[in-house]
């Protein structure tokens, strides 16, 4: 016969924070189909629709359509872009960057890069920006998603490591599910939930969400707080729970710091006060403070010790994430676990779900601009000699100190002129960022954009002077960390696509290494060799590993050997055979005293509140079978049968009151700009909310600014006003007007 080998490759989905196992079917140097992995822990063989159809847009004849297969260079915005060779495009970048390195220092350079890249490209990345140019301006599409999550976990426990782990569902009694719409963004997450209802009916679960989501379909209990409360909602279930006796006094005493404060704060959060507020029945909170804490039922509303409680798991994403007081809402949900003792037991903790594949890789190697390699800060200067040392750096080079721009601020900075390089990796600012006309006239006025991306359809490629190809899905080797702080292997299952010269797509961490190369050549030495000596992921990825030795990720013990056999979660320091499911079982936390500590903020309301001009609340988010800006999804026809077309949805009401029929187009406006859209009516949303799909752009949605700028989707409208703590914007809350058109 002359069939050839059918050849399968074992790796990941590169969708969401899942971190499902797929097994790679291909046949030559063409993948034939995805399996789900049944070994892999995430997901024992299960994948979604996105998941099960991803064979599809590695397709030749898509490819082809879509993929970015050579350097490219303009020499003046908005002129097509000619192709390069690479040694030439490299070369001009280095000298692009070099010279405005040494005119403005490196602070002028700026680079935005993703959740997306596998954790050995996040590793170079960071190193260039922090050891070589010695800038802290580096920041990625991870701030858009978690960045409140990171800052509330190490303010309340001392590090940013999510405790729990995905079995953990199967043995919570309670699951508090705040802010995440898990049936649409985890899906995989979600059936082992509906499988656990299954077997436990008894298991209570509770959803806070505005939008009476597919999850909430499964809620034993639904909480419809009003858009942006969720600290006063909080606040008032440890009012409750402490007025009935709910809490757990031992585990206060012998493990946190700072319950006074705490206590104080909460006494005003009454139950009326927070029912009004929230748009809740004094009922249902009553209800929901006795879930959480454990109480079981029957027994006598006393302290009652953690081990003798039933336990609870939260599951919380972008509700609570993408929010003015993001970093608040994380940290007074993690007070209520820390209260009742609903931690570090099994099926009890905080757990935050990542939206993303790898941002929880980005966090660990230190890739955003107010972090350092392996949980280290920049401000701790024993911390910066750490990491001066493992790197080589020339004796007295210091690591800089100050943090860098987050997303949100590299962009501001851009458009008023500090920033004069970007450099965009594997993300797509100019449809994804909030208050788009500020992100398009900073990727208008900087000097030089390098966009480094596998997609062409990239609305950002627009702006690039310089477009670098980069391998993706199916073609690349590294690792990536799951929500669970699994680590898995990512395997290239075919090698990338050819131009019709041979020149092709490289992989992320090789066109870091081949620029770096070159910068080292042309910037003042900061060590004695090379930085970046690596000619594989491995060799990146092991000095990653040695970056971690003694830190609360420790993951000494894990090479790629350990990792051929099965993914396994941090810590994993050497020494041990097995990685670590669950975290603080023995009660001590990773801070000075070893102690938990409560937070205690009032509640503030969004940045943008209804007002009398704007009425509704804007709120955006996933669909079920679309993943950010569609340049792999959109790809694919039958991934629009669930929602074929950018909409806007708001409750039935309030269309007939504005004289709306289903599907008629309306002007949807912000303080920024509109767009128009047809409105369906959904029983999902409550009265004076609306919601629209954060997936369309400009390609798809027309819209224009006040300024008249062409604007991308939803984006134009949203605010950029973000959590002073964790600098996360507030995509989840803008006040709009809505009119027939
Ligand atoms: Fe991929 Fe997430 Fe779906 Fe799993 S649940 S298959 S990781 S998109």
Not at 473 to 483: A, D, I, L
Not at 655 to 679: I, W
Not at 707 to 733: D, M, Y
Request: aromatic share 6%; hydrophobic share 35%.
């Amino acid at each position: 016969s002359n069939t050839l080998p059918l050849r399968t490759t074992r790796s990941t989905c590169p969708y969401c924070g899942v971190g499902c196992g797929v097994l790679i079917d291909s046949v030559s140097e063409r993948i034939v189909g995805v399996r789900g992995d049944p070994d892999h822990p995430a997901n024992r063989g299960r994948l979604c629709t996105k998941g099960s159809t991803l064979h599809h847009t590695a397709d030749p004849a898509v490819a082809a359509q879509v993929r970015l297969l050579q350097p490219m260079r303009r020499d003046r915005r908005g002129s097509a872009p000619q192709p390069l060779r690479w040694d030439q495009a490299l070369d001009w970048a280095a000298n692009r960057l070099a010279e405005i390195v040494c005119r403005h220092g490196p602070d002028a350079v700026g680079f935005y890069i993703s959740g997306q890249l596998l954790t050995e490209d996040y590793y170079v990345f960071n190193k260039l920006a922090k050891g070589l140019l010695g800038t802290n301006n580096i920041d990625t599409n991870s701030r858009l998603c978690m960045s409140s999550a990171v800052a509330a976990y190490k303010l309340t426990l001392g590090a940013d490591a999510p405790p729990a782990c995905y079995a953990d569902i199967d043995h919570a009694h309670c699951l508090f599910i705040a802010g995440s719409n898990t049936a649409w963004a985890h899906p995989v997450l979600f059936r082992r939930i509906e499988t656990a209802k299954a077997r436990r009916p008894e298991m209570r679960i509770i959803v806070a969400d505005p939008r009476r989501t597919d999850t909430a379909s499964l809620a034993d209990l639904y909480l419809p707080l009003q858009p942006g409360t969720d600290v006063m909602l909080f606040h008032g279930l440890l009012h409750i729970m402490l007025t009935e006796g709910w809490v757990d006094s031992t585990y206060i005493e012998q493990h946190t710091t700072g319950f006074t404060e705490l206590r104080q704060l909460v006494q005003s959060y009454t139950p009326a006060a927070v029912a009004q507020v929230c748009g809740l029945s004094p009922d249902n909170l009553y209800t929901a403070a006795r879930w959480f804490a454990g109480v079981p039922d029957g027994k006598p509303a006393t302290s009652l010790p953690s081990a003798q409680r039933l336990p609870t798991l939260s599951l919380y994403c972008q509700g609570l994430n993408q929010s003015s007081s993001g970093t608040d809402k994380n940290a007074c949900l993690i007070n209520l676990h820390l209260a009742c003792g609903q931690i570090g037991r099994p099926g009890a903790g905080p757990f935050s779900l990542t939206g993303q594949p790898n941002a929880m890789g980005g966090r660990e190697v230190g890739g955003l601009a107010n972090l350092l390699s392996a949980h280290r800060d920049l401000s701790n200067p024993a911390h910066r000699a750490e990491m001066a040392a493992l790197w080589q750096l020339l004796p007295g080079t210091d690591l800089p100190a100050l943090p860098g721009k987050t997303a949100v601020e590299m962009f501001e900075a851009a458009a008023d002129g500090q920033i004069k390089a970007l450099w965009i990796a594997c993300t797509n600012p100019a449809q994804s960022m909030p208050d788009q006309a500020t992100v398009r006239r900073a990727l208008q006025r900087a000097e030089l954009v390098i966009v480094q991306e596998a997609f062409a359809t990239s609305a950002t490629c627009d702006w690039a002077d310089l477009l670098l190809p980069a391998t993706t899905w199916g073609e690349k080797e590294g690792t990536v960390t799951n929500s669970e702080r699994c680590i898995s292997r990512v395997r290239a299952a075919v090698p990338p696509p050819r131009a019709a010269d041979g020149t092709g797509p490289r992989h992320d961490w090789r066109i870091v290494v081949d620029l770096a190369r070159r910068l080292e050549q042309r910037l003042p030495r900061r060590s004695h060799g090379t930085l970046f000596p690596y000619d594989n992921p491995q060799a990146i990825w092991n000095e990653h590993r040695e970056s971690t030795r003694g830190r609360d990720l420790d993951i000494t013990g894990l090479s790629y050997t350990i990792l051929e056999t099965a993914p396994q979660q941090w810590p994993f320091p050497e020494g041990r055979s097995t990685g670590t499911p669950r975290l603080y079982e023995d009660g001590r936390f990773p801070t000075a005293d070893g102690r938990a500590r409560f937070v205690a903020s009032p509640y503030r309301p969004p940045a943008e509140d209804r007002s009398a001009r704007y009425p509704y609340a804007m709120t955006t988010g996933r669909l079920r079978d679309q993943w950010h800006g569609m340049s792999r999804t959109g790809t694919l026809g039958t991934l629009f049968g669930h929602i074929p077309e950018p909409q806007l949805w708001m409750h039935p009401q309030d269309m007939a009151e504005s004289g709306l029929k289903p599907g008629q187009l309306v002007r949807v406006q912000s303080a920024r700009g509109s767009l128009v859209l047809p409105a369906h009516p959904s029983h999902e949303l409550h009265r004076r909310q609306c919601f629209v799909p954060m997936h369309w752009g400009s390609e798809h949605i027309g819209g224009r600014s006040d300024e008249g700028t062409a604007l991308a989707g939803v984006n134009g409208l949203t605010t950029s006003a973000f959590c002073p703590q964790a600098k996360q914007p507030e995509l989840k809350h803008t006040a709009v007007r809505i009119d027939p058109v």
